[in-house]
């Protein structure tokens, strides 16, 4: 197969679980209604009361998971586009055109974050350590298979967000939302089941570093796979990635060193002047002319933070275009940002600075703090009742009303605790996972008796 006929193959139309050839039933494509189908999702709009790093309460101008997927989507779109439009002149693609390979780019990483639990960047250790510490989760965990307990013990939220969106979202289709192949695979950052991933961690495979699918989606991952072409490493196992999926990681990486960097500057963690010295690395040797004839320190930052990502979308693109064959044949597994050798040490700079300056700010400490109290109290609570429920005959009156509280999506039928442990492990997970901030908090305050709802 010639690389042309590749990308024809990686861009596949094809839904999960509907099968159908992707044409065209109004003015917009396949992959333009895969962003709509995701926006409009209910999980897409739960992220706007998920913390991205500082808590929505402490600013109305910080970002949250919402407004961060939206920026990373555009940067992707731009990012898809530039490849795209090389991709369609080389080989001749008469059957693609560049706006494709951006709507594939945009709703990959629209979606990224989609699968994150509450409580910014600790959610997914709060929810690892709770699997690897609790009393209630080793007796859990002791009734699954190695790979269903690494699911949990590596809790991660990019195979969180597969199950989102190939399962939890329109359950009652076989595949979910049924998105394309090509933006599940762009999506798919990670195509590695949890018991493949990279041990020791010095292992430098970055489509290994994490994984990107449970046991439960795995066949969704190989359909997937197979409809795309991606070339598979461990049978069943691992595979590398779909090509696309490294533009929508630099998005994403591209938006958090800059715009956390912004937000720290704009809730004053990082001082104006460094911010801009930074910011200026990033875009070249000295600031831009322009920058004299705005007045606001705000806005001077605002103005360097579209150079500078503008820069690196450009950059970034032509590094992959660089890679291209490698890519493809599975040659190139490191991130893009990573390999911009001239950028490097800026980039590097500035992620210490955040970690410093940002991460360490005591509004996020305080957040990331709480994520383990009430995620890993969540968990204690409500994976002992399904469990005393669904194995004794006469459970305790405090699990009956405990799963009484849960959703019918997260049993079984007849809300009863599904049979089966790993299903109701992982459902009480997608429970507590999909949660937003606000409404964690406020369930675990009303169950801890801290607060009672009022009449």
């Given at each position: 197969m010639g690389q042309g006929e590749k990308w024809c193959q990686l861009m596949s139309a094809r839904r999960l679980g509907a099968g159908d050839s992707g044409e065209q039933i109004d003015a917009r494509s396949a992959f333009q209604r895969d962003f709509d189908r995701i926006v409009f999702s209910s999980a897409f709009r739960r992220l706007q009361d998920k913390t991205q790093v500082f808590p929505l309460a402490e600013s109305d101008y910080v970002r949250t998971r919402l407004t961060h997927s939206i920026e990373v989507s555009c940067v992707g779109r731009s990012l898809g586009t530039i490849v795209g439009t090389e991709m369609v002149k080389k080989y001749q693609l008469e059957e693609l055109d560049p706006s494709d390979f951006g709507a594939v780019v945009a709703a990959g990483a629209l979606a990224h974050d989609i699968g994150n639990p509450p409580f910014g960047h600790s959610g997914e250790d709060a929810i690892q350590h709770w699997f690897q510490t609790s009393a209630v989760a080793i007796e859990a965990l002791s009734e699954l298979n190695h790979q269903q307990k690494q699911d949990f013990l590596k809790f991660e939220g990019n195979a969180q967000g597969f199950r989102v969106l190939t399962r939890l979202q329109s359950p009652d289709n076989v595949g979910g939302m049924q998105l394309t192949n090509a933006v599940l695979g762009a999506f798919t950052k990670y195509p590695c089941a949890s018991h493949q991933t990279n041990d020791p961690p010095e292992d430098t495979r970055i489509s290994a570093k994490k994984?990107?699918?449970?046991?439960?989606?795995?066949?969704?991952?190989?359909?997937?796979?197979?409809?795309?072409?991606?070339?598979?490493?461990?049978?069943?196992?691992?595979?590398?990635?779909?090509?696309?999926?490294?533009?929508?990681?630099?998005?994403?990486?591209?938006?958090?060193?800059?715009?956390?960097?912004?937000?720290?500057?704009?809730?004053?963690?990082?001082?104006?002047?460094?911010?801009?010295?930074?910011?200026?690395?990033?875009?070249?040797?000295?600031?831009?002319?322009?920058?004299?004839?705005?007045?606001?320190?705000?806005?001077?930052?605002?103005?360097?933070?579209?150079?500078?990502?503008?820069?690196?979308?450009?950059?970034?693109?032509?590094?992959?275009?660089?890679?291209?064959?490698?890519?493809?044949?599975?040659?190139?597994?490191?991130?893009?940002?990573?390999?911009?050798?001239?950028?490097?040490?800026?980039?590097?700079?500035?992620?210490?600075?955040?970690?410093?300056?940002?991460?360490?700010?005591?509004?996020?400490?305080?957040?990331?703090?709480?994520?383990?109290?009430?995620?890993?109290?969540?968990?204690?609570?409500?994976?002992?009742?399904?469990?005393?429920?669904?194995?004794?005959?006469?459970?305790?009156?405090?699990?009956?009303?405990?799963?009484?509280?849960?959703?019918?999506?997260?049993?079984?039928?007849?809300?009863?605790?599904?049979?089966?442990?790993?299903?109701?492990?992982?459902?009480?997970?997608?429970?507590?996972?999909?949660?937003?901030?606000?409404?964690?908090?406020?369930?675990?305050?009303?169950?801890?008796?801290?607060?009672?709802?009022?009449?």
């Open positions: 994984h990107g699918f449970f046991a439960a989606e795995q066949t969704y991952y190989q359909s997937v796979a197979t409809t795309t072409g991606v070339i598979e490493k461990i049978k069943d196992a691992y595979w590398k990635r779909h090509p696309l999926a490294f533009l929508v990681e630099a998005a994403d990486d591209i938006c958090y060193r800059i715009i956390d960097l912004e937000d720290g500057f704009r809730l004053g963690h990082v001082d104006f002047k460094t911010t801009q010295e930074f910011l200026v690395q990033l875009i070249g040797d000295k600031a831009p002319e322009r920058l004299s004839c705005i007045t606001g320190e705000k806005e001077k930052i605002e103005y360097l933070r579209a150079k500078a990502i503008n820069t690196l979308i450009f950059e970034a693109a032509e590094l992959f275009l660089k890679h291209e064959s490698k890519i493809l044949l599975g040659q190139f597994d490191s991130e893009l940002i990573a390999n911009l050798s001239d950028k490097q040490s800026a980039l590097e700079d500035i992620k210490k600075l955040s970690r410093k300056k940002v991460y360490s700010a005591r509004p996020v400490l305080e957040v990331e703090a709480a994520g383990f109290e009430v995620l890993g109290g969540m968990l204690d609570m409500f994976v002992e009742a399904v469990n005393e429920v669904a194995q004794k005959d006469r459970p305790h009156p405090r699990s009956k009303k405990l799963i009484q509280l849960m959703p019918p999506q997260f049993l079984g039928e007849d809300g009863k605790p599904d049979p089966d442990p790993y299903a109701r492990l992982i459902k009480v997970t997608d429970f507590v996972c999909g949660m937003t901030d606000g409404f964690a908090v406020s369930t675990f305050k009303k169950i801890r008796g801290i607060s009672l709802p009022h009449s």
